[in-house]
């Protein structure tokens, strides 16, 4: 099957700087990826929409200068925490879109520690 | 907004038991996905579902589609201790992102 690839798997940052995770798909060309957060005991809550070349679309109470979301490459998206606090903590888990079509496969996830 | 209601939200039981956890919509779904994810872990998909009224089972498992598309249910036999695990349904639309409901944490006892 399709291998969408998550990096980094873990991440510690201090509170105030940025940290980048990267999403890449391995073996197809994804022209949408899908951002989610989720924190402990909870469900997936979807952040962002990333289309190749275009801005992302993001949910409604997701500051979009927070949370930049860059696909520069149909094979690659990124989501960049700026100015993390601890309350950003959080798994971090992004999906891709193979075709047009229902498939959807998922990255590995990152957790984000900000201290 | 594309809702999913999931229930029940905490499920806890004895080894070899049966059980069954709802998903249900006021839109219909293209498609509705039923994920196992464990601590730690990306969720991973256990089935997708995509015709009204579909039955797929999957070993122990059994996933059911509503007529309408717009409901899912998912049925456990003789749960095991390794059934242990959050589950989520997620619904979707061709091209669009999948809506997840908020998750049923099945803890089974030995």
């Known amino acids: 099957g399709a291998v969408v690839s998550q990096h980094p798997s873990r991440v510690i940052c201090k509170s105030g700087t940025s940290v980048k995770i990267e999403c890449r798909s391995l073996?197809?060309?994804?022209?949408?990826m899908f951002w989610y957060r989720q924190f402990p005991k909870q469900s997936l809550m979807l952040m962002a929409t990333?289309?190749?070349?275009?801005?992302?679309?993001?949910e409604q109470g997701v500051e979009k200068d927070k949370f930049l979301i860059n696909h520069a490459s149909l094979t690659l998206s990124t989501l960049t925490v700026t100015s993390a606090h601890p309350e950003d903590s959080s798994f971090y888990i992004c999906s891709a879109l193979k075709g047009y079509g229902n498939t959807i496969y998922f990255g590995e996830g990152s957790w984000l520690t900000v201290v | 907004t594309q809702l999913l209601e999931q229930s029940p939200q905490f499920l806890s039981i004895q080894e070899g038991e049966n059980l069954t956890v709802y998903c249900n919509s006021s839109s219909v779904f293209s498609s509705l996905q039923w994920y196992r994810q464990e601590p730690g872990e990306g969720p991973v998909l256990l089935v997708t579902v995509v015709t009204g009224g579909e039955v797929k089972k999957l070993k122990r498992l059994t996933f059911q589609f509503g007529d309408a598309r717009k409901d899912s249910s998912l049925h456990i036999t003789a749960a095991q201790p390794g059934d242990t695990g959050l589950y989520l349904c997620a619904g979707g639309q061709a091209g669009t992102a999948l809506i997840f409901g908020k998750g049923t944490t099945l803890s089974v006892s030995s």
């Open positions: 073996d197809f060309q994804a022209t949408t």
């Open positions: 990333s289309n190749e070349g275009s801005k992302a679309t993001y």
